[in-house]
């Protein structure tokens, strides 16, 4: 049966290179070829999943090995696929959520000229991701990881004409490396204490270690997944990214490639767990980047932007599960499959709002269209409902189980990260809230935008896309997806939290604890559901009771700061760009003139070159170095017969 | 008496470049033809040898030897280790690439009058005047010479066409250069001559003190052969003073570090990659600078081991400041072309770095790096190369949106991009994690200063791809063609080539891991063991 795992990576591969290299005659007929092959790949998944249902619960284990990577004296790197719960989880949120997607995409793409390629990339994006999480080995992770990079900055950067787009993309890849830096060097570390990087050989021997190598580790696999998670302090990609088609916002930067660095988290356990202190710095990033998220989500006008503020804020909470040790490994991975979910339906959501609004990405150009695209605002809506925790629905189940655990770490921190999940939900219901209101209710701001005028340059005019928009409904081909999401956003989370069955699945990967929350789980449930009114209720006060300003106002100190991400890219802007531009442009001048002069005038103060480097310019310098030749050769041959003689 | 294959494998392009530059004047394409068949001929040669070479078979194999000046115990001896017969399919390999690259880079210009080459007077005007020949002859030479060094065993006849290389070189950068100049056709001919003779002086110098090393090291050994003077100094019949054996390396590592080249001897390289055709510069940096990190690993690890160690910290650090600076000033460039050569100053920082820790895994890394990086400069630089002759300009500023009227073009050039910064999945990945844990291995500080070039590479790469290839498309671009058949099948074996070997480097590394197990037992170095021996 493990001869399944090669196939259900190769076939988006395939699809890959098929419709990459394939050429023009491929253009009718790639967008079809692109998702057979993703459906395929998730029908594999679903056969494997049979399979692993089929056995008993710690037996649930197939380790495929294909060749030898990279065999090099004292090193060993391995093609080798490991499937267990953890991996086969991803498995099916990955190929899924990315067959729906793909289907999706062949409505949204459709006027596209390059629409082929995006299926190629799309399908990189799936075999990349695929080798990430089903990696026997950090060696072959690591491929995955940037994989996946790559195709989200072919991605992200799909509209190239638009410099924008190119420079988001380039910000993405950039940032990421920053944070491959930590996996490298954390795969170093492994070879050089455990003398593998291999999962079970390094996971198995942690005990055998100190603890100053381990949370060396677990710091660096931290910082690798800040970078792929978009955690602080390397965030500051992840709203840029909004920049790619908005399938690909929900793909891969909702649904899958950013909840890696969970992934990630989660598979190292073993190593987070002896390494205390590295567990609190995780949950502390956790904690810090699910309330920069929110508080930029609040601020945004842009829907996707806004999107992507919830994104990063509940990959915070994903995070901060994680660094809670087996308390929270299962209960993290819960949330990332029903995020995976909701997430992605609401960004399908916004694509399908965009679709019917000429690209309009502000909300404050919105308002009123329920009436114009029930499907979108009935899916978003169960989307929207999920996110907020609104109870029986998927985000109530994991979310609720995430502030739980928080609270059940104890002491102080205990109280302290419970108390920072608990605010989270709060202004998570708010920027929802805000984000429901102003699209989808509300007076039809659309039809009366104000005309390009010298006082407010930064206000776009409405004739930007075509005139008035005229709302419509989309194609089946797009809403058929968005339902099905609506579906998983329902009711996953109930079926995964009933009887525990979710956390039981994964028991035998991640282990799991019992947490106990210093007051009752009913408390807890009650102050979430609370907190969560209050963040809706004062949502409706600002958005609902009034008329939204189509034209953003001042706003407060905080919140023109989050509207420019909390001033993340000025501060980049400020240490590391100019810092860099004034460092290379005086190593330019440097080099030109120091280290060159130096040699040069070293040479000459040894073998008085100095006169013949003047001569260089006026032509002479051709036949002093020939002679230079030359003198070299009669050297050589003065020196032989010295020796002969 | 065998067949003497290593002998042939340099003949064969000796003797085309003399056939080569022979032909008549007006088979200008004949010509090129002669020279394409010469090349692949002796990628055929390449390829038997690597057939014929068994890897866990003697160290030195296909050996020959002949009597050549007796009086001074000079042989013509030759002998392939792995590590050899990979930089000579390296070599063989490329050369039909940049023939094939550089098909129209010497053609006479209608326009202006014959270019002069080189040494030659410019009044030469007439028509028995060839550049054509001459350009593809040169290629050739170089090659002879270079799978030559591949080849000796003999100190002395490594020196030889080490130096001798520098000529035809030398004719190369300066009688060729890029058409697209700024600064008009005679601000050309001065950069390129400026570029030629600073090539010239510096390698010149290195080879100077070279040659004294070299005698140096024959009036204390009485012999030049290499295997000879290792197995003696193993075997501890040949003493060596050690200041004696410092001065040596010395001499010998300044040569290379030169030719490599290492920081701070590097700034002949951008020059001349600048102004040098793109196929001469693939030449220069993935093939003839290949000499010098090839024989750093040779003849310093292999002649002179205790002072290898003695010299490592100092090495390390300057292959460090390689790496970090040669990437900061490719972030700075201007030009294309000189952006790829500081590129590869720090590339060769890493080469220098894996082959100086002296561990297994940086040793083979380094080799493999010196494989990987002749692929994936020769792809980028070859498709920089079509891209600057369509334009006529190097100038990074005068390009923009070349995607969407060459998509082609534009796809190849994100590749060999992608390999520049070793995406993983992509052949210098696989070298470069090597050569950095084989870093991090002995030297956990080096390592990690090392992996900050992973991040700077991924910066020129980008931006370099982001400017010249994103964004609105430039007026003057609007017309431009995407890769001509000729063009396509230069870059498509070599991106095939970079897959290939990202996902499946065992060929090489099979090769490459017995000739790495010598030096290391040269050095009498152990890599360090793992803190726990994990269950495997």
Redesign the interface.
């Given at each position: 049966m493990e001869n399944l795992i090669a196939p259900l990576i190769a076939a988006p591969l395939l699809g890959a290179a098929v419709l990459?290299c394939g050429g023009r005659r491929l253009d009718k007929a790639g967008h079809w070829i692109g998702t057979a092959l993703a459906v395929a790949s998730f029908v594999l998944g679903a056969v494997l999943f049979a399979g692993l249902l089929g056995r008993g619960a710690e037996d649930r284990t197939l380790v495929q090995h294909l060749?030898?990577?990279?065999?090099?004296?004292?090193?060993q790197a391995d093609?080798a696929f490991r499937l267990d719960q953890l991996s086969m989880t991803f498995v099916l949120l990955i190929t899924g959520v990315g067959s729906l997607i793909h289907v999706y995409s062949i409505g949204y793409m459709e006027h596209d000229e390059r629409r082929r390629r995006f299926f190629g990339y799309l399908n990189l994006f799936l075999a990349a991701m695929l080798i990430l999480v089903l990696a026997d080995n950090y060696?072959l992770l690591?491929?995955g990881?940037?994989?996946v990079g790559?195709a989200s900055?072919l991605l992200i950067?799909f509209w190239?004409?638009?410099?924008s787009?190119?420079?988001a993309a380039?910000k993405a890849?950039?940032v990421n490396?920053?944070g491959?830096?930590g996996l490298?060097?954390a795969?170093?570390?492994m070879?050089?204490?455990?003398?593998?990087f291999a999962f079970?050989?390094?996971l198995?021997?942690v005990g055998?270690?100190g603890e100053g190598?381990l949370t060396a580790i677990a710091l660096m696999l931290l910082l690798a997944a800040c970078g792929k998670s978009a955690q602080v302090p390397l965030q500051s990609w992840l709203g840029d990214a909004m920049e790619g088609p908005t399938p690909v916002s929900a793909l891969i930067h909702a649904a899958t490639m950013v909840t890696a660095g969970v992934y990630l988290i989660v598979r190292s356990g073993a190593i987070f767990n002896a390494a205390p202190d590295a567990q609190l710095v995780v949950t502390v990033v956790g904690a810090v980047t699910l309330i920069f998220g929110a508080i930029v989500g609040c601020a945004k006008d842009d829907i996707k932007k806004a999107l992507a503020g919830s994104t990063m804020s509940q990959i915070g909470y994903m995070v901060l599960a994680a660094g809670l040790g087996p308390i929270g490994y299962a209960v993290a991975i819960m949330h990332l499959v029903t995020h995976g979910f909701f997430k992605a339906g609401l960004f399908l959501g916004a694509g399908s709002v965009m679709h019917g609004m000429n690209d309009e990405v502000d909300m404050r150009r919105y308002g009123g269209l329920r009436k114009y695209m029930p499907v979108t605002f009935v899916t978003f809506g169960l989307g929207y409902l999920a996110i907020i925790g609104f109870p029986g629905l998927s985000g109530f189940f994991s979310k609720d189980l995430i502030i739980e655990s928080a609270f059940a770490k104890g002491g102080v921190q205990g109280w302290i990260l419970g108390t920072v999940t608990l605010v989270g939900a709060g202004i998570t219901a708010f920027y929802m809230t805000r984000v429901m209101l102003m699209t989808f209710f509300g007076e039809e701001r659309w039809r009366n935008l104000p005309a390009a005028s010298p006082d407010a340059p930064d206000v776009e005019p409405a004739a930007d896309h075509g005139g008035v928009p005229h709302p419509h409904e989309s194609p089946k081909v797009m809403t058929v997806p968005m339902i099905v999401l609506a579906f998983g956003s329902v009711f996953a989370g109930a079926f995964f939290g009933i009887g525990e069955r979710f956390v039981h699945w994964l028991e035998p990967v991640t282990a799991y604890e019992h947490g106990h929350p210093p007051v009752s789980a009913l408390t807890v449930t009650a102050a979430t559901v609370t907190v969560m009114v209050i963040g809706v209720g004062l949502a409706w006060l600002q958005y609902g009771r009034r008329p939204v300003p189509v034209v953003a106002p001042r706003g407060s100190l905080l919140t023109r700061a989050a509207r420019r991400d909390l001033l993340q890219d000025d501060f980049n802007h400020v240490v590391l760009v100019r810092g860099?531009e004034h460092?290379?442009?005086s190593?330019?001048y440097v080099?030109h003139t120091l280290?060159?002069g130096?040699?040069n005038g070293t040479?000459a103060g040894v073998?008085g070159?100095s006169s013949r480097?003047r001569r260089?310019?006026n032509?002479f310098?051709?036949?002093?170095?020939?002679s230079?030749?030359g003198g070299?050769a009669l050297?050589?041959a003065a020196?032989?017969l010295m020796?002969?003689v | 008496m065998s067949f003497p294959l290593l002998t042939a494998t340099a003949v064969l392009p000796a003797l085309g470049a003399v056939a080569t530059a022979a032909v008549p004047a007006a088979r200008r394409t004949a010509a090129k033809w002669l020279a394409l068949l010469v090349s692949l001929a002796t990628l055929v040669l390449a390829a038997v040898v690597a057939v014929r070479f068994e890897p866990g078979g003697a160290r030195y194999q296909l050996t020959e030897t002949y009597e050549w000046i007796p009086a001074f115990g000079v042989r013509w001896e030759l002998g392939v280790d792995g590590i050899g017969v990979a930089l000579l399919l390296l070599t063989a390999l490329l050369i039909p690439f940049i023939v094939l690259a550089g098909w129209h880079d010497a053609d006479p210009s209608p326009s202006s009058p014959p270019r002069s080459s080189g040494g030659h007077p410019k009044e030469n005007a007439n028509n028995r005047w060839r550049p054509t020949q001459g350009f593809f002859a040169l290629i050739l030479m170089v090659e002879a010479m270079v799978i030559l060094s591949f080849e000796a065993t003999d100190v002395f006849l490594f020196y030889i066409f080490f130096e001798a290389m520098l000529i035809p070189m030398y004719f190369l950068i300066g009688g060729f250069g890029d058409r697209a100049h700024q600064g008009g056709e005679e601000a050309a001919a001065t950069q390129r001559s400026y570029a030629a003779v600073k090539f010239l002086l510096y390698n010149l110098a290195g080879g100077l003190i070279m040659l004294a090393a070299v005698i140096g090291l024959y009036v204390a050994a009485g012999s030049f052969s290499l295997p000879d003077i290792v197995a003696a100094r193993a075997s501890g019949e040949l003493e060596m003073g050690t200041n004696t054996e410092r001065l040596l390396f010395l001499g010998f590592f300044l040569a290379f570090a030169v030719k490599a080249p290492l920081w701070p001897l590097h700034t002949w390289l951008p020059n001349a990659m600048g102004e040098a055709t793109a196929p001469v510069a693939v030449l220069i940096t993935a093939v003839v600078d290949k000499v010098g990190t090839f024989a750093m690993l040779r003849f310093c690890l292999g002649l002179f081991p205790e002072a290898s160690k003695w010299a490592t910290p100092v090495v390390l650090v300057l292959a460090l400041v390689s790496i970090v600076y040669g990437a900061l000033l490719a972030v700075g460039q201007r030009d294309i072309k000189r952006l790829v050569a500081y590129a590869s100053i720090s590339h060769f920082g890493f080469i220098i770095l894996g082959i100086f820790v002296m561990t297994s895994q940086g040793q083979s890394g380094a080799t493999l790096y010196m494989v990987n990086h002749g692929i994936s400069t020769a792809a980028l630089m070859l498709v920089a190369g079509f891209l600057i002759s369509r334009r006529g300009s190097r100038l990074i500023a005068d390009y923009g949106g070349v995607q969407k009227v060459a998509p082609v073009l534009a796809g190849t050039f994100l590749v060999g991009g992608l390999a520049t910064l070793s995406l993983p999945g992509l052949a210098p990945f696989v070298s470069e994690f090597l050569v950095l844990v084989g870093a991090f291995a002995r030297y956990p500080v080096v390592g990690v200063v090392a992996t900050f070039g992973i991040v700077l590479a991924a910066l020129y790469t980008l931006v370099l791809y982001q400017r010249t290839m994103t964004g609105p498309v430039k007026p003057e671009l609007a017309k431009l063609p995407d890769l001509r058949v000729r063009e396509l099948a230069v870059v498509a074996p070599l991106i095939a080539l970079l897959i290939f070997l990202g996902v499946y480097p065992k060929p090489l590394t099979d090769l490459v891991n017995p000739a790495v197990r010598h030096t290391m037992s040269d050095v009498q170095e152990h890599d360090p063991e793992p803190e726990v021996e994990a269950a495997k």
């Open positions: 990459l060749f030898s990577w990279i065999p090099v004296e004292g090193f093609v060696l690591y491929l990881w940037e994989g790559l900055y950067g190239q004409h638009k410099p787009a190119a420079t380039k890849f950039l490396r920053v491959d830096m490298s060097i795969i170093m570390l070879f050089t204490t455990f003398g593998t079970t050989p390094v198995g021997s055998e270690t190598t860099g460092l290379t442009r190593l330019v080099d280290v060159d130096v040699v040479a073998g070159l480097m260089l310019q032509g310098a051709r036949s002093y170095a020939v230079m030749f070299t050297l050589v020196t032989l020796r002969a | -």
